[in-house]
């Protein structure tokens, strides 16, 4: 397990971005900025235990998807802040340095509830 925290609550905007075009949520320890936490999942503190790369498996609660690319500033900014944004579009080119790209896939509410396991493999 390279990565495994906890859902602790959701920003007011938190799930605003998923779905649609954009397709893509913000994850942030729960001790984010309060302009942050607005739009984030926020989640417990966690060390990060090994390289995150293409082919590493994301899970949220029971939903799997493969990782298919990490922007280049991604993995420090989780490791530093719990903070990294999960693009599930599909695409295999990071958008932003701090993006985990993810095969395409849909993540609902509900798969977003308080106490929900947030893991990297």
């Known amino acids: 397990m390279k990565y495994q925290v906890k ?3 959701l920003g007011p905007d938190a799930l605003a971005f998923l779905g649609g075009e954009t397709n893509f ?3 942030f320890n729960e001790d984010a900025p309060p302009e942050l936490a607005e739009i984030s999942v926020l989640h417990t503190k966690c060390a990060l235990n090994g390289e995150i790369q293409a ?3 994301l899970k949220i609660g029971t939903k ?3 990782i298919t690319q990490v922007g280049n500033e991604a993995a420090y900014t989780l490791k530093q802040l ?3 944004t999960l693009d599930f579009s599909g695409e295999d080119e990071a958008f932003r340095p701090g993006c985990i790209m993810l095969e395409k896939g849909e993540v609902k509410p509900e798969d977003l509830q308080i ?3 947030i893991e990297i493999f």
């Open 7 to 9: 859902i602790t609550g």
């Open 25 to 27: 949520m913000i994850i």
């Open 55 to 57: 082919g590493d498996t």
């Open 64 to 66: 799997e998807f493969k």
């Open 82 to 84: 719990g903070h990294c």
């Open 115 to 117: 106490g929900t396991t």
